[in-house]
């Protein structure tokens, strides 16, 4: 299966997930195929490098979409999700073998306007402050995952960088071997019972907007978050997840974390 049809995949699942498994929202489809277009225009982008390589010479990517009423905009806020949508994009430039910037970014914006369903605006710039605000992330705040049911290689897990992926094994391979994805905090299926309904690629963790965020992946048995009793489903491929709070028990499979904030 190609990378871009895996995406699709994806992204119905993400819709499915957000509006209660119907594949039948508005113009559900069509905002599908506007992300396809919107990969393969920047895809088209790309320019021989000084050493012959093919080369993306811009890192700031704006998205400008067109929605004409607030079910529109809800199917395409779920999909065209700046963080994801960039993951989306190095994958894409990956598998055509173009080099992205290390200080990519994405945006994504709807004008108020707009003269065309979908319009790609592709930048090289230095980030005047304007930019640079809206994109640089805040200062990461301290938290960590302390494991409740579980046996990973650690007792308790820092969370340090923007972005931790959770799942079975350290490393993600296909069948030929190539690998797909990294673990920082993964559960090794030789090591608990409840390890084997951990997924592989099962969830991921980021800091957004000054919260972290839990996203599920696609995991096979999903993701929960346990609140003052009360039980909320993440759902997968989610384009904002859930914000975690200081006390969250999180569950994945039959593997279960705390979330803390007040490290000692």
Not at 40 to 52: F, H, N, P
Not at 149 to 156: K, S
């Amino acid at each position: 299966m190609s990378l871009l049809r895996r995406i699709e995949k994806s992204l119905d699942s993400r819709l499915r997930s957000m509006f209660s498994g119907s594949g039948n929202e508005p113009g559900a489809r069509e905002a599908i195929e506007l992300y396809r277009d919107a990969l393969e225009q920047i895809a088209s982008r790309a320019t021989i490098g000084k050493r012959g390589g093919r080369v993306l010479p811009f890192n700031l990517i704006t998205i400008e979409l067109a929605a004409a009423s607030p079910e529109r905009k809800a199917v395409l806020e779920t999909l065209f999700d700046p963080g994801q949508m960039g993951d989306d994009i190095r994958a894409a430039l990956k598998e055509e073998r173009v080099e992205t910037p290390a200080d990519l970014a994405v945006m994504v914006r709807y004008p108020e306007a707009p003269k065309v369903e979908l319009r790609v605006i592709c930048e090289r710039t230095e980030k005047p402050a304007s930019i640079a605000s809206a994109q640089a992330p805040a200062a990461i705040a301290p938290a960590r995952l302390v494991v409740l049911a579980g046996a990973p290689p650690r007792g308790e897990f820092t969370l340090q960088q923007m972005r931790v992926n959770i799942g079975r094994e350290a490393e993600v391979r296909d069948a030929a071997g190539k690998m797909l994805r990294r673990n920082e905090l993964y559960f090794p299926e030789s090591e608990h019972d409840a390890h084997a309904t951990v997924s592989r690629t099962h969830a991921h963790i980021r800091f957004e907007g000054g919260d972290w965020r839990i996203f599920d992946d696609g995991s096979s048995v999903g993701t929960a978050v346990i609140r003052s009793g009360k039980k909320i489903d993440v759902p997968a491929h989610a384009g904002r997840g859930i914000a975690l709070r200081e006390g969250d028990e999180i569950y994945l499979g039959q593997v279960r974390l705390r979330f803390e904030t007040a490290l000692r």
